[in-house]
């Protein structure tokens, strides 16, 4: 899930947080969040909820394509 890994990681960035924080507050430890980012763990309905719960996001947000280019 390319695009969900790239939205995670944007709006991380965009928003100064901690990923181990991120991580900790959608229930995973640092190292299954780890996993998930890097391609290495599945994402699971609950992991998708989760993590949107803890960007405050809906879940379609770490679905969306996006088409721009970094700055």
Known sequence: M???IENVE???KERGLKKKYVAAKAGL????FSELLGGKRTFKAEDVSALAQALSVSPNDLFKE???HHQ
């Open 2 to 4: 390319p695009t969900v």
């Open 29 to 32: 430890t640092s190292q299954q």
């Open 66 to 68: 996006t088409n721009q």
């Open 10 to 12: 944007k709006i991380i």
